[in-house]
């Protein structure tokens, strides 16, 4: 069994639960996937980074010196998933009336056990709690230079979990896959070796400038050439050795949850 | 009714303005120059805006926008009255930005103009501080240039939306050293506060407590190592703040 923590059943902290491919404990009982009403297991704030992996990087270093880039990124570039966006394992993702495809932006989240300020790379895996599946769900646009908060900043837009997988269960973060499906077909591998900046790097980098607080959670980067879904579809991201997590697609018939 | 968060007496309290001192929601009065002020908001997402003001997006060579330039921002960037900031050492340009601050007071999705104070709980003053050295022309402006820890004072106080009938003809005023920098009016907003309000809601769910930095005017210039800046705007209060250097920082 692996050693994890979750939010089920409208907790609101974390709580430990064990889990293999075929069972979770939590509190003493066991339970199928399907049988747990799970909740991001995150509530600080999230943060996304693009361009941190080289083959996105790698297909924009044509466009880096033109306008309006002009030049190549050079510190990490990040953008925030708000509150409003944060979404769960088995929960729907509404698609708002104005948007008819997303882009399935699969990623490995890094969750902060302790507040980092200023840290080094040498000791920055100290300050990480563990790692959970992210879909970073985004309407498709191809200008990085002011994109409108509108495209990632949707309701439930940012799937998260099942769980945050201890960080000593997975001893080697930078060895993963992620794996994409749609509707149960392989659409997608990103292998986790491709980073810019590694884990350790990226986190000195970020908190040289700003603090990733306890609960805070940083996204290693979006894949180059996401595949996309739309309404009716079910996505499906795994990540060898931390957690599989689901979503179905659906039509927003009711025009806002008010 | 203005409303504080507060560090004394070996606690942190909520604390209310009462004839120039500060009582805390236990009874006790306290001068309002003995506490540790917090950000008076425990902020939920926090919005910028960008280019809010013509005059200022001018100063900066852009024209105004069609629609609101918005980015976001953590509130490891927030800093109460009183703070320090950090200018980091080899920096050549470090503007403030005094901006109005809209505190949302309850959950809103699709709000029209006309009801959209409805759910504003009250206002604030922010100074959205810039280190343009560090803009990158990727995901405008991007976090190393505004999302720095202790690059966003807020405060003193949260004024209540009840005692100010019209947060749309506010002067604001940026004093460094004592001398006069900046100075504007809410009026002269691109887009106001009920703008803002149905254009955010209407693509995502604002919640209590999320926070609007509506732009700043122009007269933004470079501020150094030891300046005072003051960021006032009329009715809603002076946020004091002071600039200090790397070595503070042991960095």
Same mark, same amino acid.
């Given at each position: 069994m692996y050693q994890g923590k979750a939010r089920v059943c409208g907790s609101s902290n974390t709580e430990n639960i064990r889990m293999n491919d075929s069972q979770i404990i939590w509190n003493g009982k066991r339970y199928k996937d399907d049988e747990i009403s799970w909740q991001s297991p995150v509530t600080g704030t999230v943060y996304g980074t693009i361009f941190n992996f080289k083959e996105q990087l790698d297909a924009m270093n044509s466009k880096f010196k033109q306008e309006p880039y002009q030049a190549e990124p050079n510190r990490p570039i990040l953008y925030v998933k708000p509150r409003n966006t944060i979404n769960a394992h088995l929960h729907e993702v509404q698609l708002p009336s104005d948007v008819k495809e997303v882009q399935i932006n699969a990623t490995l989240g890094i969750v902060i056990g302790r507040n980092a300020t200023n840290i080094s790379e040498q000791e920055a895996l100290n300050y990480v709690e563990g790692y959970t599946v992210v879909n970073d769900v985004t309407v498709p646009h191809d200008n990085f230079y002011r994109p409108n908060i509108k495209n990632k900043v949707r309701d439930g837009f940012c799937p998260v979990g099942p769980w945050i997988m201890e960080k000593r269960e997975v001893p080697n973060p930078e060895q993963l896959m992620v794996w994409t499906f749609i509707n149960d077909e392989l659409v997608q591998v990103q292998n986790l070796n491709d980073l810019v900046r590694p884990i350790p790097k990226l986190l000195a980098d970020v908190t040289e400038f700003m603090t990733l607080f306890k609960g805070d959670m940083l996204l290693v980067g979006v894949p180059h050439n996401p595949p996309t879904a739309t309404a009716g579809d079910t996505v499906r991201i795994e990540i060898d050795q931390i957690g599989c997590l689901e979503n179905t697609f659906v039509a927003d018939v009711g025009g806002g949850r008010l | 009714m203005k409303q504080a968060r507060v560090a004394c007496f070996g606690g942190i309290h909520d604390a209310?303005? !009462?004839?120039?001192? +500060?009582? +805390? /929601?236990?009874? /006790? %009065? !306290?001068?309002?120059? $003995? !506490? &540790?002020?917090?950000?008076? !908001?425990? *902020?939920?997402? &926090?919005? *910028?805006?960008?280019?809010?003001? *013509?005059?200022? $997006?001018?100063? %900066?060579?852009?024209? *105004?926008p069609d629609e609101p330039l918005v980015f976001i921002k953590g509130p490891n960037s927030l800093l109460g009255h009183n703070g320090q900031t950090r200018r980091p050492s080899g920096v050549e340009t470090m503007h403030y930005e005094c901006e109005l601050a809209v505190i949302i007071g309850k959950e809103a999705r699709n709000i029209k103009q006309a009801e959209a104070y409805e759910y504003v709980a009250g206002y604030t003053v922010a100074n959205d501080y810039a280190i343009r050295d560090y803009l990158e022309n990727y995901y405008r402006p991007n976090l190393a240039v505004k999302n720095r820890d202790t690059l966003t004072p807020i405060g003193p106080y949260v004024v209540d939306k009840e005692s100010i009938p019209n947060p749309m003809n506010l002067f604001l005023r940026t004093y460094v050293n004592g001398e006069l920098k900046q100075e504007g009016s809410t009026k002269d907003m691109v887009f106001d506060i009920p703008y803002l309000i149905e254009y955010l809601s209407s693509f995502m769910t604002l919640h209590e407590n999320d926070v609007i930095l509506t732009g700043t005017p122009k007269g933004t210039v470079n501020v150094r190592e030891g300046d005072e800046v003051v960021t006032e705007i009329e009715g809603i209060g002076a946020l004091r703040n002071t600039i200090v250097g790397d070595h503070v920082f042991n960095r």
């Open positions: - | 209310w303005e !009462v004839e120039g001192k +500060l009582q +805390l /929601r236990d009874g /006790r %009065i !306290v001068d309002s120059d $003995a !506490v &540790i002020w917090l950000p008076p !908001v425990e *902020a939920g997402t &926090i919005f *910028a805006l960008g280019l809010n003001y *013509a005059d200022h $997006a001018s100063e %900066i060579s852009f024209k *105004a």
